[in-house]
């Protein structure tokens, strides 16, 4: 990239993630203990080198990436259903990042567990978890889409409704820009 | 070194309870303009910022700038061992590890000395940029303290309708719907009790009430309050202090539906 | 459909508190003499009986018998939101399944308005015959309330006893016994505290204490209540609201012994 | 190392508990600080030594045992009424127990109390009292029984719990004339 | 038997509230000089000594020694019982098994009774040597409550060192230090806030400060406290009823390192 | 009645149990759910068949033990102390049970952790959990050799340090002359 610095626009950032779910349980991982969101808990999620990925593209790299960084394999028939669930947008200070999800349904909870970096939580645990604004966007997502089966097939037991007071309610600091102290 | 002395107490004890229920742990940033403080929730959800100029002390006297990492339940638990009206002064040395409080009796023959440890906190400063708003509402504190109560048996969220006739805060729950209206009145008997909206373009949000009605912890530094808002923007409530300062909240709108 | 309006909030809210400890849902019933309600505690050992005539209303609209059923406590938080010197209207359709409230301020720049969802309310109404009472006592509310307070602490039970000298409550537990006697006095300097004794025949008769203290919560509506005594029939306990109306406890005697 | 251990099945053992009542109090004793079940409070109770006993049996045992570690003897004419009530089971880890649970009513609670060791409470206090599982079953076995009584005769005033502050108290509607309104 | 009247039941109240943290059970011993009490608290860290003399009371009959035991908390919900300005009267046989009081309203027409059972109490006297002090502080009882209230947000014990020149109150905790110096002055415009201090020898010496608070549940009793140290023995916090009589406690002092 | 009942004596039961300590966390599980003190936390515990073991002999017996059972392999070099702590004597109704008490420290928590069944806990945690009043005794055993160890060597963080508020404060009493009325 050869840029010319001007007034920054923030620039563009795509990212897939993948919502994978085992009867009521999501695998979520850590972020590292340092960097952008350092130690938050997040799904699966898959920077994208360019800004115009499909469905279909973004869907055949995840058996790759979750084999590899979860040792999860999804090409065997575990999958039960997937779907995408559209996007979401987050702006952080200089990044307008575009989260692309999907739901993923496997059929047993395949995941070494290892509590410090990689666990199955429910949606409630998950609610409680320290997880990034951008990523309670997607679960949001993912919630309307299971209210909306639910109300016509009554099939889905996880899309559960404890609301929490501040569901829905943008990141402070996205409005913001960061200045680091020191 | 900072050394900085209040006439009454009562103003540091009040801006501490008008903060600590946000936020726990945080720098006061000390230079020569005088004390300050930025923090966010837990949930990221709110920012308040705190300013005490260095004219509301005599004397104020801080060389250089001086972090001062605070547990603000301790430092509230201390600020309540002041009477309202004793003399209280700050004092930290530039290297030292307490935040030094005295607490003087009007006649002088009861001094209170707290030394409060200090704590390095690793803190994320936020540059809030001069936003025009295209609504400015200001309004009696005790009102706005009220309503926010009132609708909070209602629900959880609340939203803000703000036109030329004036501001209606409205939600709706289980047991039934709720919703308070001020009339926009600049002339009225009591000044305080006055509404008074600037208006560019209406505006109509959604926030979580509970933060709302922890911003009114303020209620006691001013008589006063106002609300700005701009649609997909993050409310301000600021109470000023007089010219010694300001107690200033960002709350972050609510999103999709307001359920 | 029902529109009434009082100058007051005050008075709805006191009655609230004075119903809401003993019944959680019920019907108001609503016809063009005024609002009524009628109720019995869970226990079925005590029952509420409220009147608020229409000539208390200004203006008061209602063209037929409507029953409105609450829940109590719903009403009750959403009557705190009223001040006490807010001018309240309810109102309710005739097929609506909400009751309005409205509350204006004084200088009515601050409107309230707040929907209960109405619920279908399953209700055994008692036809209570005018019976002539053997005492009937007529006390300062205040000290009724001090006496069945007081003697709370020595027992769950209380007798009372009236004679043309003076009404008596007492009682007897683990730690001790009590007694308070208040002497039969209709010539006193302060005619609130004057107790005056109507008797045909001397009365003694044993009740549950934490009823009587709960119908005291309808102190602040008169500063005389009436209690009605014939053995073996229900205490009548009456708060009267001037002209307006009244609130009417019945309590069942205990029966065998008051241990 | 000699032993070639088994799967060892429980040994069954059998006692006889006997609940005293005298007007709506009970008899309860401590158990010896040490041992099974140490330091709870339970029913009088006497180890069987046959696995093959009779109500009767049982039943002529009552008088020496309560007279002996109660200092209360049921053969003059204090009892009022007694009743068999049945068994229950309980299983610990080796052993199978049979509680064989008989009712005994006198007329006087006779016992010298020892607040410490032995002492006369109500269903309620009983409730709370720290009693073992084994003897709570017992308990509901006499609740049961009591109860059937009630139904019919109203004869017994123990059986009753949760007494409510209004007890004694007339039904209101009782004085008041019922007009079902629609 | 005994027979002793009060013009104003608070002072017996209040008498109870500062007594009944401290003990639970204990007699009051009656005889021709008074009424008196004496009862260590459960830990046997402070001993409180009251004294109410019959001069205090019209009329004041007792014939001989009248030992009553009594469990406070009971005694102190009765006496909650009567309004502050009831004529209070306590009664007792000299074989009888209950404590009698009667309180009556001003004007006569309101009369409770209540019999308290009494106890066998077995208590162990402790006779007080009559000590001089090294160190006697008379301060105002508002201001050693604010004191030792305040100090118990730094940790449990406090530490009080009287010199010429004043007394400080002092600990140190997780959170940080604290102190508090009162400067001796028998000056003042407040003669009630006067800090006057005699002196043998300075002190210091360290406290469990929850019992101080303690004590100033007898802050009502009298605007002025006085506390009388010398090293190595226990702390006297007086409270003098005019001449009516006093609350003495005691607390004996902390050894070892006061942390 | 056939039986000729004699007075029972206890049967005695041994039983080797081992406190497993890594950093200031110690090993539990729970007990079955059923049977003698079902459903409790316990040390790792092993019955033995013979009343004369040996420390030696139950020692050894560890390493097959705690492999087997919690997959915890002390026999790599993992333990970094280990010392025999004594016994102590529990008196069940018919069992008089000793339990022989030792102590491994080791150097990680290997062990997978099942909340439900295994866990490592803190002394305060610990100190929390229903546990049997025998292996209360063992935890004292272990309190006392360890605080005997502080005392010369300050070198064991879990001796607590509850502070009771009054400590350090003199008897009001020795101040006073008792003079004993009646």
Redesign the interface.
Known sequence: YPAKPEKKKPRDEECAVYIVQSNSKFLISKRPDTGLLAGLWEFPSLELESLETTYEGRSAKASDFLHERYDLDITKNKVTKRQDLGNVVHLFSHIRKVYHVEWVQVSEESVVED?DQVKWVTMDELKKSPIP?GLK?AL?LLE?SQNQKKSTTKSNPSANKK?K??K??????????????S | MLEARLQQAKLLKTLLEAVKELVTECNFDCNDSGISLQAMDNSHVALVAMLLRSDGFDPYRCDRNLPLGVNLTSLNKILKCARNDDILTVKADDNGDVLSLVFESKDSDKISEYDLKLMDIDSEHLGIPDTTYDAVVTLSSDRFKEIVTDLQVISDAVTIECTKEGIKFGNEGEMGKGSVTLKANSMIDNEDDATVIELQQSVSMAFSIKYLVNFTKATPLSTRVSLSMSNDVPLLVEYKLDNLGYVRYYLAPKIGDEN
Chains 1, 4, 6 share one sequence.
């Open positions: 509590e604004t966007k949001a309307k609301q007071v501040i829905n309610t943008a990141d402070i600091k996205s409005f913001f820009v960061s200045t680091n102290k």
